[in-house]
């Protein structure tokens, strides 16, 4: 009887540290989509397979959003101007109108037009004339986009563009899809979007760095989390320079010029890398005191600014979860 105890409680142990390896199993992929680089990892008995599954759905959200490729649904509603979109379309883009409104317009899907001129999509940079952007102007503006369920309408010279949204939604949904493979720790990171589903594999929190705007070799700070979107908008990102002035990729939707609020970063975190993502690149144009008001008006989020100085200011609702060697400021509601 002694013996069999023995010999179950063998197996029992092989069983159990078995299953604690294949758990714990380390699986990562590096795929270029969505003009940036995404890194997945993620701990998993069958990593590969979710991999795969993972790319596939970057690739499919890429070839239903992604304006410049000929068969997305933005591309189609580009050009026929009015169109009837599938569901998800029209869900993505109901999130970034919500964005607009919420934040006044300092986010908007149909700058597209004057990111054309600046020549930030495609990478043909040139400073276009004021003339140039003030006609441009004419066609920008949220509340042009007609949605109405599925159907869609835009006005003639109108354009929409989701770069400020779109990745925010694919790493929400990578998060669903890892989820439904019973997958409960895995990093994502597309471009400066990260996000975190559960905890590491020891049961620690996750730790995400946030780069200084001023040295992105460099960390200003680091969070702790779980199952939280991490998402940065900052000038340093994407910016040309010409005669000594750099311009970059945020516009200001009122100048039709890089943005100029006195920030050199915003990083949202919440549970929503869609909201995370739209509202980065919102606040980085709203400038810190609106930010703050909108901040203390919501309960979804928390973020950290960075500005032209490389002060630094985070909400409170993360303070526990923030370690700096630098000084911040804490924001209370
Ligand atoms: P992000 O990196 O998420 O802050 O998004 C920046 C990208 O969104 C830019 O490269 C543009 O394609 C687009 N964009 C720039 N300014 C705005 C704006 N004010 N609202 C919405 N999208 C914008
Ligand atoms: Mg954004």
């Not at 714990?24 to 940036?36: G, L, P, R």
């Not at 997958?183 to 589903?197: D, F, K």
């Not at 200001?252 to 975190?269: H, R, Y």
Request: net charge negative; charged share 25%.
């Amino acid at each position: 009887m002694r013996r069999l105890f023995f010999v179950l409680s063998v197996l029992t142990c092989l069983l159990l540290c078995g299953c604690a390896d294949n758990n714990t199993e380390e699986y990562s992929k590096t795929i270029f989509a969505m003009d940036t680089v995404m890194d997945l990892k993620i701990y998993s008995s069958n990593g590969d397979d979710v991999l795969t599954q993972a790319e596939n759905e970057i690739k499919r959200i890429e070839n239903l959003l992604d304006r410049g490729n000929e068969n997305s649904e933005i591309y189609k509603i580009n050009q026929n101007k009015s169109d009837v979109v599938s569901e998800e379309t029209a869900t993505v883009i109901t999130n970034a109108l919500s964005v607009s409104k919420e934040t006044g317009g300092a986010f908007d899907i149909t700058i597209a037009p004057i990111i054309d001129l600046w020549g930030f999509y495609g990478n043909n940079f040139r400073v276009p004339s004021d003339t140039e952007l003030q006609a441009a102007l004419e066609n920008v503006g949220y509340e042009k986009v007609q949605l109405d369920g599925s159907n869609i309408s835009i006005p003639d010279n109108t354009l929409i563009d989701l770069g400020g949204i779109g990745k925010g939604y694919t790493s929400d949904m990578l998060a669903k899809l890892l989820r439904e493979n019973d997958i409960t720790s895995a990093i994502i990171s597309l471009g400066g979007n990260v996000q975190t589903i559960g905890k590491k594999p020891d049961g620690s929190l996750w730790t995400v760095g946030v780069a200084d705007p001023r040295d992105t070799s460099k960390h200003i700070g680091k969070l702790k989390i779980s199952d939280k979107a991490v998402v940065t908008s900052g000038g340093y990102q994407r910016y040309f320079e010409r005669d000594g002035v750099t311009y970059h990729h945020i516009i200001n939707p009122d100048t039709g010029k890089s943005a100029e609020s006195g920030l050199a970063s915003v990083t949202i975190i919440s549970e929503s890398g869609t909201r995370a993502d739209g509202l980065s690149t919102a606040l980085f144009v709203m400038g810190l005191e609106k930010s703050i008001e909108l901040w203390r008006r919501s309960n979804d989020f928390d973020a950290i600014f960075v500005d032209d100085n490389g002060k630094m200011f985070i909400t409170e609702g993360i303070k526990d979860n923030f370690e700096s060697a630098n000084n911040y400021e804490i924001i209370k509601k």
